[in-house]
Nanobody, 125 residues
Framework: QVQLRESGGGLVQAGGSLRLSCAAS????????MGWFRQVPGKEREFVAG????????YYADSVKGRFTISRDNAKSTVYLQMNSLNSEDTAVYCC??????????????????WGQGTQVTVSS
């Protein structure tokens, strides 16, 4: 059974940085794309970033381009989200997600089947 576990969330001042991690288990990590999403109460879940199974392609929401970086370490079965220049609009619960099928690109339009429990990121102004 695929399990995803996020860590690294917390409280940070505006302009600061955080790095989120998502450790995956239950299948061969290196053949699956990964994505990061975020959700604020009362709003729809929002795609933040995705990375292809090979790591060669990455995709970002316009709101985080140039500030966030997604990366992966297949040896550790972990995907990361480096978040810089944080602002109050980045406050949300951040979840990592994985598709059911292998060899996806990590596009925002991909179907994500497995989800972590989420980690809270709070940016104070």
């Amino acid at each position: 059974q695929v399990q995803l576990r996020e860590s690294g969330g917390g409280l940070v001042q505006a302009g600061g940085s955080l790095r989120l991690s998502c450790a995956a288990s239950g299948r061969t990590f290196s053949t699956y794309s990964m994505g990061w999403f975020r959700q604020v109460p009362g709003k729809e879940r929002e795609f933040v970033a995705g990375i292809s199974w090979s790591g060669s392609r990455t995709y970002y929401a316009d709101s985080v381009k140039g500030r966030f970086t997604i990366s992966r370490d297949n040896a550790k079965s972990t995907v990361y989200l480096q978040m810089n220049s944080l602002n109050s609009e980045d406050t949300a619960v951040y979840c990592c997600a994985a598709p059911l099928y292998a060899y996806k690109l990590g596009l925002p339009t991909d179907t994500y089947h497995y989800w972590g429990q989420g980690t809270q990121v709070t940016v104070s102004s």
